[in-house]
């Protein structure tokens, strides 16, 4: 494993600019001491559309990302003529200031732009459309940023982007603007094969931002073997158990699960550094290996 994707917040670099540059490089130093390239993901769709500065809620026990923010938010989602001055200067001063900093792998503009979370929050009813006009404009911002760096927004409702007419407009914004294609696939070996597949006629390096949801069928023995043998990079979600409680399945919102899971959803190691499976570490360190 020698990159990590990290989440950034636009509300963290309001609240402090200097601050906040400061702790990204701070943070690339100790990635890179440890031989680690980071992508950084600039803007998120997913779970809580109401950020605010400040104390942040405890998360609730036992959810699967119950404490995750949206950037920038619903507020500023549904406001374009906020953008200029919410949006455009953070991209452009983040993405500018680290635009030639070899630690930063790529830049992951907007994570699942159009995710309405599935009725879990309050979200706009025309969320999808002014994401991609939000997204539009990003790309923009991010270029005149000229960075180094390649830039990319995953595509993730479906496995099989083969066919044009069948896009969304969000997927024909993304797959056309994208230096790299990235997806999501948290299916079995033969969804997961469909994708890889239907993204290479783009003729760009692959990377699936995320999988690896275990009692899916999506596990590190099922896919991560494909994945090398397709050439195609690979971030799985989570690592430690913590803060997050992504070892609880997304239906956690609606279902109670008192204990820990029998089977983890997500994560590797528990919080004392012990693998959940050493089964799972001993399989990454051998096809790293190769």
């Known amino acids: 494993m020698n990159t990590m994707r990290v ?15 400061d702790r990204m490089d701070k943070f690339l130093q100790v990635a890179d001491k440890h031989h680690i390239r980071i992508m950084f993901v600039l803007l998120d769709s997913v779970w809580d559309p109401n950020p605010q500065i400040g104390k942040q809620r405890v998360p609730r026990p036992h959810v ?4 995750w923010l949206q950037a920038p938010g619903a507020a500023v989602l549904k406001n374009p003529s906020s953008w200029p001055t919410e949006i455009e200067p953070y991209i452009k001063e983040v993405v500018g200031h680290f635009r030639n900093d070899r630690r930063v792998l ?8 159009d995710n309405d979370n599935g009725k879990k929050a309050s979200e706009l009813p025309n969320k999808a459309e002014a994401a991609q006009q939000l997204l539009e404009k990003v ?13 990319t927004s995953g595509v993730w409702r479906k496995q099989d982007w083969s066919d044009d007419s069948k896009l969304s407009p969000m997927e024909h914004l993304q797959l056309e603007n994208s230096d790299v294609i990235t997806f999501h696939n948290y299916d079995p070996p033969e969804k997961i094969q469909i994708s890889i597949h239907s993204l290479g006629r783009f003729n760009r390096p692959i990377i699936c931002t995320e999988y690896m ?10 896919i991560l073997p494909i994945l ?5 990079g690979a971030y799985n979600w989570g690592f430690v158990s913590g803060k997050t409680q992504t070892i609880y399945p ?41």
């Open 250 to 290: 997304w239906d956690s919102w609606e279902k109670q699960y008192p204990d820990e899971p029998p089977l983890w959803f997500h994560d590797i190691f528990r919080p004392d550094g012990r693998p959940y499976d050493t089964k799972e570490t001993d399989l990454i360190r051998k096809l790293a290996e190769k």
């Open 139 to 151: 790309w923009v911002w991010a270029r005149e940023a000229k960075p180094t760096q390649p830039l």
């Open 7 to 21: 989440f950034l917040h636009n509300l963290a670099w309001k609240q402090d600019r200097a601050g906040f540059l």
């Open 228 to 232: 090398k043998k397709e050439k195609v």
């Open 213 to 222: 949801a275990r009692p899916r069928g999506s596990t590190f023995e099922a």
């Open 64 to 67: 699967h990302n119950s404490g």
């Open 106 to 113: 790529i830049w992951d503009l907007m994570n699942e732009p």
